[in-house]
T-cell receptor
Framework: GAGVSQSPSNKVTEKGKDVELRCDPISGHTALYWYRQSLGQGLEFLIYFQGNSAPDKSGLPSDRFSAERTGGSVSTLTIQRTQQEDSAVYLC??????????????FGPGTRLTVL | AQSVTQLGSHVSVSEGALVLLRCNYSSSVPPYLFWYVQYPNQGLQLLLKYTSAATLVKGINGFEAEFKKSETSFHLTKPSAHMSDAAEYFCAVTENYQLIWGAGTKLIIKP
């Protein structure tokens, strides 16, 4: 079946603009994750959605970052008033059950965000 | 908090030679450990995972890893490197549900 898809694949924006990044998880997966991959910081956890539970937002770096997951499926990560340090690859993953350490996370190809 | 250390940001081996990528973890509880591979301009793909069923774990593309509790290690190996193995490899441990990542090791294959 189809894997995790993300759009756009590349996004170039100007400092101060808002951006929206989209993730379509694997159908039937209850858990969805966002990570950020940047040169200086490596891979960082951002946010986790599990079913209808309140998301774990503990990894979001500032209040300019927010995310939602509609209908337990598609997720959107929004970055307001983008800064140059937001430049990174944003990765989305989904897993069948979530909440379990053994659950395999399947990753999308990522969105490369460049803030000029 | 758990952490993962990958020794060597770059590892270079000749085609046909043994591949050894090192990963050490710190965890106060039995860990669940993963190796992912990232090919250039692609997402992360699971190579293998340790979930306490067996200490020697076999993955895709001929890779395997051995969990050694006494050494807190989960090194990745492949007997014979192929040019197509050139990629970046990440070791990760789960903390609750999120993955805690090592810094990654870029594997370079010399012809």
């Amino acid at each position: 079946g189809a894997g995790v898809s993300q759009s756009p694949s590349n996004k170039v924006t100007e400092k101060g603009k808002d951006v929206e990044l989209r993730c379509d998880p694997i159908s039937g997966h209850t858990a969805l994750y966002w990570y950020r991959q940047s040169l200086g910081q490596g891979l960082e956890f951002l946010i986790y959605f599990q079913g209808n539970s309140a998301p774990d937002k503990s990894g979001l770096p500032s209040d300019r970052f927010s995310a939602e997951r509609t209908g337990g499926s598609v997720s959107t990560l929004t970055i307001q008033r983008t800064q140059q340090e937001d430049s990174a690859v944003y990765l989305c993953a989904s897993s069948p059950r979530g909440g379990i350490g053994t659950d395999t996370q399947y990753f999308g190809p990522g969105t490369r965000l460049t803030v000029l | 908090a758990q952490s993962v250390t990958q020794l060597g940001s770059h590892v270079s081996v000749s085609e046909g030679a043994l591949v050894l990528l090192r990963c050490n973890y710190s965890s106060s509880v039995p860990p669940y450990l993963f190796w992912y591979v990232q090919y250039p301009n692609q997402g992360l793909q699971l190579l293998l995972k340790y979930t306490s069923a067996a200490t020697l774990v076999k993955g895709i593309n001929g890779f395997e890893a051995e969990f050694k509790k006494s050494e807190t290690s989960f090194h990745l190996t492949k007997p014979s490197a192929h040019m197509s193995d050139a990629a970046e490899y990440f070791c990760a441990v789960t903390e609750n549900y999120q993955l805690i990542w090592g810094a990654g090791t870029k594997l370079i294959i010399k012809p």
